[in-house]
């Protein structure tokens, strides 16, 4: 019912105008066209003004709404300096928009139409031209500089005390794997892929560095204060590790793995606290639309202490041990519980893989 009633408001008032137009032109055809035009003109100015005035009461009310509400707080040393670039970048653009907008208007009422005014023709002025684009080009290029050094930090070389995960997507889920206590990575193989013998990453089981890596599912577990190294992959089509209070993104391109590192500041549990709700999450969420599922592609990440992880990673059964209770049933009963109850694999073929 509101919506009609607005419909039928909004046409009245075409109507409305529509009709004071064509009274304005009997006007002017009666009055003489160019002292109409200069009356309409002084209505424009004015007009002008009180957009310029209405336009400012909005951005001052947008601003009171929004204030502290457009991004939550920083969890990482790396996004607190992505939001100094924020900040100097709104307050660069902010300076430059009302000096430009409120001379726009201000200049279009002061110097309206009026009798005796001639309009200055004004072709071209090179100097102008030349300074302000300078100015222009010199404010950018330095705003890109300083993104540019977060973005070599993030995506160089990590610390050396960093830990690595390997972030692996594919339609409609995340998966993470961690070296281990041997602090590697074993090798990889997209032919050895295999969910149903629990190989949901193709790890070369001959390779012994393999043996301790631990695969988690959607849930990603993190040190506080301790830097961390995505190393990201796809497996299908192009998904994006979208960390939204890390202030991080990367696209995860299939066959062409890329890389970021930050370091968290805040738990998990330090955050329940900040924010006051119970049931926060550090969200992982694919920013990049790949698929009808796309929607549910996200996982969540633990911020925990070194102590906690360390635990937490004691009581993971590695992804090897996992399919090595396939190939042996006798094992299996524990793991296969600790796996979600997948159905059990073929050992004959299993044993193929493995022996590739
Ligand atoms: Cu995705």
Not at 139 to 144: G, Y
Not at 185 to 201: E, Q
Request: with cysteine.
């Amino acid at each position: 019912m509101t919506d009609l009633l607005i419909v039928i408001t909004v046409v009245l008032i075409l109507i409305i105008i529509v009709q004071i137009s064509k009274a304005s032109e009997y006007v002017s055809i009666l009055k003489g066209k160019e002292k109409a035009e200069q009356q309409s003109d002084k209505v424009n100015a004015w007009l002008l003004m009180a957009f310029l005035i209405l336009g400012l009461i909005g951005i001052y009310i947008c601003h009171e709404l929004l204030k502290g509400k457009l991004l939550p707080v920083a969890a990482s040393v790396q996004g607190a300096a992505i939001d100094h670039m924020i900040i100097y970048t709104g307050i660069i653009t902010a300076v430059v928009f009302f000096l430009t907008e409120i001379m726009l208007f201000y200049f279009g009422f002061r110097y309206h139409n009026k009798p005796g005014r001639k309009a200055k023709y004004l072709p071209d002025n090179d100097p102008l031209e030349i300074t302000w684009t300078a100015i222009t080009a010199l404010v950018l290029l330095i705003l890109i500089v300083f993104g540019l050094k977060e973005w070599f930090k993030i995506t160089g070389p990590a610390p050396k005390n960093a830990m690595v995960v390997e972030v692996t997507g594919k339609q409609f889920e995340w998966m993470f794997r961690y070296p281990g206590k041997d602090d590697v990575l074993g090798r990889k193989d997209f032919k050895l892929i295999d969910p149903a013998k629990d190989n949901p990453l193709g790890q070369d089981w001959s390779d012994p560095a393999n043996h301790d890596d631990v695969v988690s599912h959607n849930v990603l577990h993190l040190v506080v204060d301790r830097p961390v190294r995505l190393l990201i992959n796809s497996q299908d089509v192009i998904h994006d590790v979208g960390l939204p209070y890390f202030r991080m993104k990367m696209d995860a391109v299939p066959g062409t793995p890329t890389t970021l590192w930050f370091t968290p500041t805040i738990t998990t549990a330090e955050m329940i606290k900040k924010t006051g709700d119970p049931d926060f999450v550090y969200e992982l969420a694919c920013d990049q639309l790949c698929g009808e599922g796309h929607f549910t592609m996200r996982a969540t990440i633990i911020v925990e202490t070194q102590q906690q992880f360390d635990q937490w990673e004691a009581g993971q059964k590695s992804q090897y041990q996992l399919a090595m209770a396939d190939l042996n049933p006798s094992i299996s009963d524990t793991t296969k519980a600790a796996d979600g109850g997948l159905p059990a694999a073929d050992s004959s073929k299993a044993k193929v893989a493995f022996a590739k």
